[in-house]
């Protein structure tokens, strides 16, 4: 498929050109002057893609970052986004991490990396073993801005040994000054998101997970890995009653074998980079209990509605969520808001109340009591709230209980005993109560 891409910019979100390369030369400079004022006129990101003057613009962000390919063509956006998404993933995996900082520091090896993408702007190489042929120049450690409070990883049958979230963000591709303190390392990630309905009663209407099983690898050489599961996953319907986790669908990367899937053991040859080991979504009965419940009740009298919200964290005690936040909309009748919080801190945003919980172990809750005054009768009110959103992070705890039990190396060439790092991550992709 013909992609013809004019130009591909990498900016940051505040609209800050850090790379612009330009393959056919076939744009007006005032396109750039364009997108960079959707960027900044304060009404929200740009959608993924628009046309404005018979230029077309496709742009995804990642890690704070715009990537964006113009073309003078219509493209299908899916196809675009993937492209852009490809080209995220292999700068990554050259640079370790990405953020404004990182980008400056290897300016000529992303541009080494745009030059080898893509000619003329078609898409040539998207993988990250061969591109790295082509590449001369060595990534420049810089280490990105992120917060303290993040999932660490643990090793394997070892929880007392952990290292940073970040630990992974380091390139695949290392530096010939690098190679002396390279570790023979894997990181293995879990990562989920949650979907959850609830009606006003608190009754789970609907809810699925959608999962990835990421895989980063830092093994020398392309060593044979083994990955036991704690349950063999089952695609089949036919085979409901006969254990293991039950999936909706699921989806291998090429490199992997599922022929002692039955087993619950999956064979995978790591190529270079990150990729994605599995892919799944469950849309039936979930294995695992959901993470939080919220219980609210509601007082109304003439000219005042009073919110009395309880939320419950349901992990077992020995996980935890951090980021916790729960989102109350406002009614447009609104006046006046007083907020009592036992636990975290309540502010009034421009058209909600945002209560920040923070952190929450299992098995605890915490109250909040939000008091409107309002214009408008409390039925209406409550109408034009609608609903209650609530986002976190959870750290060692899947709602699929997809867990690995192992990962084994398998090279006869190189005796070594690597560090196999694994965690576990969920986040909501919508977590809704109903008030009415």
């Given amino acids: 498929m013909s992609l013809g891409a004019s130009e591909i910019w990498i900016m940051s979100s ?39 003057g018979k230029v077309h613009y496709y742009n ?51 541009e080494e990396i745009l030059a ?47 290292v940073p979230a970040n630990a992974a963000d380091k390139p695949v591709v290392r530096a010939q000054t690098d190679m002396e303190d390279r570790r023979n390392e894997i990181f293995v990630d879990v990562i989920e998101r949650l979907t959850a309905y609830f009606n006003a ?39 409901q009653g006969y254990g293991g986790v039950h999936v909706d669908h699921c989806s291998y990367h090429e490199n992997v074998s599922t022929t002692e899937l039955e087993s619950g053991v999956l064979s995978v040859t790591p190529p270079q980079g990150e990729f994605a080991l599995m892919t799944y979504q469950i849309t039936q ?41 729960v989102n109350v909309p406002l009614p447009h009748s609104t006046t006046r808001v007083r907020t009592d919080v036992g636990g975290g801190s309540a502010e009034r945003k421009e058209n909600s109340v945002l209560w920040t919980v923070g952190r929450m172990t299992g098995g605890t809750h915490a109250t909040a009591r939000i008091q409107l005054s309002i214009d408008a009768s ?37 005796s070594y005993v690597p560090y196999r790092w694994l965690r576990y991550i969920t986040v909501p992709d919508a977590y809704i109560y109903r008030l009415t």
């Avoid at 962000?61 to 490809?86: G, N, T, Y």
């Avoid at 044979?224 to 036919?238: A, F, H, M, N, Q």
């Avoid at 609210?296 to 992990?315: A, M, P, V």
Wanted: overall charge neutral; hydrophobic content about 40%; aromatic content about 8%.
């Fill in 201 to 239: 009663e608190g009754v789970l209407q609907r809810s699925s997970v959608s999962g990835n099983v990421m895989m980063k690898s830092f093994l020398i050489g392309s060593p044979c890995l083994k990955i036991g599961l704690s349950e063999p996953i089952v695609s089949d319907l036919t085979k």
């Fill in 285 to 325: 009965d979930l294995p695992g209990s959901l993470p939080f419940r919220l219980r609210c009740e509601k007082e109304t009298s003439e000219g005042s509605l009073t919110l009395l919200l309880q939320l419950h964290c349901s992990l077992p005690h020995n996980s935890h969520a951090v980021k916790v936040t």
């Fill in 378 to 414: 409390s039925e209406t009110a409550l109408q034009e709230m609608g609903s209650v959103s609530i986002n976190f992070e959870l750290a060692g705890y899947v709602c699929s209980r997809i867990h690995l039990q192992y990962v084994r190396v398998f090279d006869t060439q190189h």
């Fill in 14 to 52: 505040k609209g800050e050109i850090l790379i612009r390369k330009n393959y056919r030369f076939d744009v007006e400079q005032s396109a750039l002057k364009i997108f960079v004022g959707k960027l900044q006129s304060g009404i929200g990101r740009p959608p993924p893609h628009m046309e404005v």
């Fill in 116 to 162: 080898e993408f893509m000619d003329y702007g078609e898409v040539q190489l998207t993988s990250t073993g061969k591109l790295k042929p082509y590449i001369q120049s060595e990534p420049v450690m810089v280490r990105c801005d992120s917060t303290n409070e993040q999932a660490t990883s643990g090793l394997f049958g070892l929880h007392s040994r952990t």
């Fill in 60 to 110: 995804i962000k990642r890690s704070d970052l715009f990537f964006v390919l113009v073309c003078k063509q219509h493209v299908i956006p899916v196809h675009a986004i993937e492209v852009l998404s490809r080209l995220y993933q292999v700068c990554k995996d050259f640079c370790g991490a990405l953020c404004a900082d990182v980008i400056n520091a290897n300016f000529m090896l992303i």
